[in-house]
């Protein structure tokens, strides 16, 4: 058995401080947009099924129960007490956690306090650029003001994130633009923008790119479903050399594409979460491949994990399952030693992410 004791969830989101009910509940099981087919649930699929399978027993009930029993045994235990046993029982010692997403969600003390974990914030880009618009009244304050946000938030997160990829729908180019490029972006969006209007626009999408590239903390990549190679390959290259860390978040249909640049270039690294939890009970299937590519030194587990505690256990379940599968086979193959594998399943588990993001040993 491969043993992975410590887990350092490199990226995650808070959760409902809300009781569900089964529609709302079932909504966030799914990855697409909008309800399930008519006739269809979420539940049927390969993470409605690993919920049902890893959650129910630390909730005192059998797994494999049905829907409709478990979130009833979660509304008799109450939100509070339910999340409390399902993140205590992930095994996840560090949340790294992304504010950047609407809901009322937890921040990253109240998710500690609960999981009895640790827990760093992780700042979106995109939402604090919308928050310094809303309180900046010309082109020189918001760009001025933007700088000193983002240097601001560097002194205390362990890493920024951005959608600019997802938000933009094609390739970035990857150089930064120049001065007065970013002041006519910014003038347009500013003159046509409502107060609390969404950061789409592609110059000063970049803009912040390269703020953040300056910085010197990690910067983290959501590749949506999109190819990484494609939306990303030309940024890497232009960022190597200058000490700033990319990691590659969600490459999930793509997650082959992901592992292959961050074994080409030194400074980018894939991140595992999502593409284990969609996959459920094909997660060793999906990790096997990932690990056929990236050097070991660049994977990081998460679970991607937002809404719901359970996709916290979800994802570190399979995670150490899929690991545990992957790499004992080798040993049993004679392949690897088990002290190799045991050394290795703890570099992706929490050592690759403690050096990555600067973390003292918890």
Sequence with gaps: MIETPSLVDQHCHGVLRTELGLGTFEA???????PPAPGTT?????????????CPPLLGLEPHCPPARYLAR??????????????????ITTYLVDTGLPGDLTGPG??????????????????????????????DSFLANLAESVHGAAAGAVAFTSVAGVREG???????PGP???????GRWLAGRQVGGELADPVLLRHLLWIAVASGLPLQLHTGAADPQRSFGAFARATAGLGTDLVLLHGYPHHRAAAHLAGVFPHVYADLGPALVRTGARAAAVLAEILELAPFGKLLFSSGAHGLPELHVVGATLFREALSRVLGTWVA?????????????AM??????????GLTDE
Excluded at 42 to 54: E, I, K, N, P, S
Excluded at 170 to 176: A, S
């Design 74 to 91: 979660r509304r008799e235990l109450g939100v509070l007490e339910a999340g409390r046993r399902l993140l205590r029982g992930s095994g």
């Design 333 to 345: 193959d004679g392949a690897w030693s088990l002290a190799d594998a045991q050394r290795v399943a």
């Design 170 to 176: 094609r390739p970035l180019p990857p150089e930064p």
């Design 42 to 54: 979420f539940f049927d699929t390969q993470t409605g099924f690993a919920v049902r399978r890893w």
């Design 110 to 139: 109240e998710l500690a306090t609960t999981g009895a974990a640790d827990a760093h914030e992780i700042v979106r880009l995109e939402l604090l650029a919308e928050q310094v618009a809303d309180t900046s009244g010309t082109v």
């Design 348 to 357: 992706i588990a929490a050592d690759n992410a403690r050096r990555v993001y």
């Design 28 to 34: 966030h099981l799914g990855r697409g947009e909008g």
């Design 180 to 186: 007065g490029e970013v002041r006519g972006a910014a």
